[in-house]
């Protein structure tokens, strides 16, 4: 069974840095594209990075380009977000996603405010 | 302009059938797209519905029933998310997405009324 376990998240004043992690199982992780979708209390989905399974190409919504990092570690299954400069309007829920965004976590809730 | 539209809303019966758009903006050719759809409920996270291209290319969502179907409308520019015999227990968002120049674009979503 495919699981995806979203942590990190939490308070951050803007202009803060804050990684968050996804653990990944039941699945040949590695051979897949995995990606970051985020969600805004109430409102609708929008993806936010994705990288391929050898972590050598990654794409990014304009709104994060240059400020966030996706990154994965295939020995320990793991994947990750590391956002720096973050704003007010980053402030949602983000989701780890598989591939073809069949599978999801259960997110982790960041709040960016002062 | 957003790359994928969707209505805010829909209303349909229980037993019912309803018929859900996403229409891709007018310089995208929704002729070799792949429409993905996923719905959500309140406090829960996104379950993937299906994907469809053609009669040929489609993948229905693991553990989807078939009363779930897609089709796409190419006189419109639209992907089309069919769901038979409604259920109250259907009431959800409902949203389409598609891979366009290596990135993805979520429609804006439908939230589907059953009553």
Redesign the interface.
Known sequence: EVQLVESGGGLVQPGGSLRLSCAASGFNFGNYWVHWVRQVPGKGLVWVARISGDGTRSDYADSVRGRFTISRDNAKNMLYLQMSSLRVDDTAVYYCSHENLDYWGQGTLVTVSS | QAVVTQPPSLSASPGASASLTCTLRSDINIGTYRV?W?R?KPGS????LL?YNSDSDKRQ??GVPSRFSGSKDASANAGILLISGLETEDEA?Y?C?IWHR????????TKLTVL
């Open positions: 993905h996923c959500q996270p996104p379950q993937y994907w969502g693991s968002d949203y997405m290596s990135l993805v674009f979520f429609g804006g979503g």
